[in-house]
């Protein structure tokens, strides 16, 4: 991928997730990987309704160096964290959207109430320990709740979800946002009812191999 097409799609993206209420103003950020040495993100401190694709910032992946002026946004560690320790994944996003953001604030772990959620993101949706922003600590506990996950939950803080590109890491968020919603409910009405964990596990590793693989196929 050309790097001028990786800041188009972080660019798109970020005006998407406004247009979705999933960011605001300058919060949140959005990456995407250009090659196994580069990712793009956006920048800190801008809006995206504003934002053009020379705010758009390169990343060394090795040593999170960048180029040019602009600084990119204040968790681009994690992203970079992300590609160097998931190399099927292409896509980052990081949202603050309502309901995620409400369960990550009673440190609650989604577990398997939806069939498209298990399947997209994973048999649960961990809850990474509380670190300050941009610290090593956040970057550290977020990517061990990522593990064998789609997403996860950042406490009293939002969520982030990835993605074999893009469009999938779209769909985590926006399946993301409906488990979460249907958690706090379902708990309201009594207790959310659990999938199976076997069969969350299957469908799950079933999505991957059958689904996840044709995003890379179809390139």
């Given amino acids: 991928m050309g790097i001028n097409q990786a800041k188009q799609i972080v660019l798109e993206a970020g005006k998407h ?118 610290t090593r600590k956040i970057v550290k506990t977020t990517v061990k709740a990522l593990k064998g996950r789609q997403a996860a939950l950042m406490a009293n803080h939002g969520a982030v979800c990835i993605g074999a590109d893009m469009n999938e890491a779209f769909v985590v968020t926006e399946v993301l946002e409906k488990a979460c919603k249907a958690f706090i409910e379902a708990e309201f009405l009594g207790q959310a009812k659990e999938i199976n964990k076997f069969e969350a596990h299957f469908m799950h590793r079933y999505y991957l191999l059958k689904y996840s693989k044709k995003v890379k196929s179809n390139k």
Avoid at 36 to 42: E, H, I, Q, R, S
Avoid at 101 to 118: F, N, Q
Wanted: neutral net charge; charged residues 25%; hydrophobic residues 35%.
């Fill in 17 to 134: 997730l406004l247009e979705k209420e999933f960011v605001s103003r300058t919060w949140g950020n959005v990456s995407q990987r250009v090659d196994k040495n580069t990712c793009v993100a956006t920048p800190s401190g801008r809006k995206y309704e504003e934002l053009t694709i020379n705010d758009i910032v390169a990343v060394n992946l090795a040593d999170n160096s960048y180029t040019g002026d602009i600084k990119p946004s204040s968790e681009y560690k994690l992203h970079t964290e992300v590609y160097r320790t998931r190399k099927n994944i292409n896509a980052v996003i990081h949202t603050h959207q309502m309901n995620a953001s409400t369960v990550a604030a009673a440190r609650r772990e989604v577990p398997p109430i939806l069939d498209d959620m298990v399947q997209i993101i994973g048999p649960t949706v961990r809850v990474a320990d509380y670190a300050l922003p941009s």
